[in-house]
């Protein structure tokens, strides 16, 4: 390894990530100026006695007979394997009991085992090094007084070195730029010869920054509670699948705010609903988050994903009732689009006609043509169609929508050149699309809302079409067909006199079939929303709450959603939102977000605790899958001084005093 390279390690807080091996004086010292850090702020995992049994914060006190706690510093927890280690018999002693060597989280027997491992020879004699430790180390009384001096002079110029390099790599990844320069050194100095600038340093430290931010997301989804999962899977550049979790929470200390945190990529080998349903759960069981407190779930249309029997969001149903599953609403929106294009001949044909007309000028094919094409459209220039985002296709229909005129001469222009240097193919391509796009049909029509005007059929959306027709002196009908005489099988048959002009034919087969697909498609795909409207809508603002009282559903309403959460009392949230209806201001009550904010900036949690459980589940369910925020958009609230200082040490140590 080169000079400015070696791998620095970090000690970790938890004590199973220590070093199994005995630990040198230098990781001791660094380990006993941090200190025992008892981890409190998590929901403990239940093991698998019979019954189950966990962990608790209240594990670390010894209550005596008079009442008085006393806290067991020397206890630790660990996060990794769900057991508790003795501080300063890991650091000090041999490792020859469980609570020093792989940790003790037989719970039914904690106290009896803890009793006696306070008492015995050993621990008493680690709790004395311990203590003599952290004493000479906090007055610089130590044996190597004069090496720690000059260990903590080389510690504060390490940190300055670490704070610049983590600034800078923060700074690159905050705008998605690359960790690349010109040199290596950060400083100009012959006596520093190791600038953690290589790749190996800069991978640790960006590695760092990430756990570091995990764990942030992880400590502020424990204090959310509730949180909603959102998952995507779509293969990278090397063709292996990564799935993507982002969770969603409401965090309400110190304001009221709706967060998504990036909670990583995590590869995945098998891609059915089983096995994605597998690595979702191990990610939540390795952060000690429960699956309980997960109030929604927010996949893409994938079968894998929102299969009704196979899929993950049935899967997750059925180990937890209240997650309730909202459809991507751009994903959906999408479908519901890509079933209206595909709803008539005429509309498939028209987007035929675009991708004809962008692949004839398209630049990788011929430049030249590309050429003519800038020299007669001068602002927006053709998009290919996209094949998986319908909505947008929407750029490639506005630039013949706004430059149609533009767009008809290059293809006259390009048809001269074609018949003049014989290209028959170009010239044949160039006349059909001219010949094409230059008809009353093909004109792209504006509506604010053709959903809304079926009844109306079409004449309210000629009017931007009818400006564009008079500006290329184009005759304003439709074609007419030649209507089809169908043969008589017998004499007695008569003589169809009905026939449709050409404005009832386009309506019927192009402009009424695509709203009507629009709005069946809507109304299926969207039908999943019903069932989480139907459970929370008498929420959703004061108007609604004087109406379902009105109606005398009001009672029936908070039992339900009771037996659905099973978190609230009905009677009390009952109370509560009576309460609320004489006492929130009228600005307040429209919205939940705005009810919750209330309660917790003018702290009346005690006063509606239940509505308040009520509303931050709603609050969790996500709207799209493709909001997720990047990770480092946390870093400029992060304190990254415990990387520094650890870095500083690890570093120090190094030198030759």
Known sequence: ????????????????????????????????????????????????????????????????????????????????????????????????????????????????????????????????????????????????????YLMQIEIEHWKFVIRTVIAIICHLAERNQALRGTTRELIQNQETRVHYLSGTIQNEIVALIGNKILKEIVRRVHRAKYYSVIMDCTPDVSHKEQLSIVLRIVNCEPSVSIAEHFFGFLDVEDTTGKGLTKVLLDQLQKHSLSLSDCSGQSYDNGSNMMGHKQGVQTRIL??????????????????????????????????????????????????????VLKEHVKQLTLKPLSTTRWEARIHSVKVVRYQLPEILDALSALQTFAIEKGDSETMSTAKSLHGELKTWARIPKDSENPLRERENGIASCQTDAKDIAENLDMEMTLPEKRPRKKKKLSLYEGTEDTQSTPDETFSRDFFLPMVDTALRSLSDR??????????????????????????????????????????????????????SLYTFPDHVATSPFDMVNYIYSEKLLDLYSNLSIALRPLLTLPVSVASGERSFSAIKTLDMEDIVIAFAQNKARKRQF
């Open 1 to 148: 390894t080169a000079q400015g390279t070696t791998r620095t390690e970090i000690i970790a807080d938890d004590p199973a990530q220590w070093p199994a091996v005995l630990l040198t004086d230098s990781v001791r010292c660094q380990i006993v100026k941090t200190g025992p850090v008892q981890v409190t702020n998590i929901v403990f995992p239940q093991n698998s006695e019979n019954p189950p049994r966990r962990f608790t914060n209240d594990n670390y006190m010894r209550t005596m007979k008079n009442g008085e706690k006393i806290l067991r510093s020397w206890m630790l927890y660990s996060m990794g394997t769900d057991s508790v280690f003795c501080f300063a018999c890991t650091v000090f002693g041999k490792r020859d009991n469980a609570l020093s060597n792989c940790g003790f989280r037989t719970w039914r027997n904690l106290a009896h085992h803890l009793k006696e491992h306070k008492y015995s020879k050993g621990h008493c004699d680690n709790m004395t090094k311990w203590t003599e430790l952290q004493r000479r180390l906090q007055t610089n009384t130590t044996i190597d007084q004069r090496q720690q």
């Open 318 to 371: 059925q180990l937890n009732s209240k997650a309730f599953c909202i459809p991507c609403s751009s994903h959906t929106l999408n479908l519901v689009v890509a079933d209206a294009a595909k709803s008539s001949v005429l509309s498939i044909s028209f987007f035929g006609v675009l991708q004809r007309l962008y692949n004839l000028f398209s630049f990788q094919f011929n430049s030249f043509y590309f050429a």
């Open 526 to 579: 969207f039908s999943r929303l019903k069932g989480v409207y139907d459970l929370y809508d008498f929420l959703f603002s004061k108007d609604n709450m004087k109406q379902t009282i009105k109606n005398g559903k009001f009672h029936e309403r908070c039992k339900k959603l009771e037996q659905t959460l099973h978190n609230i009392d009905a009677d009390e949230l009952a109370l509560e939102i009576n309460s």
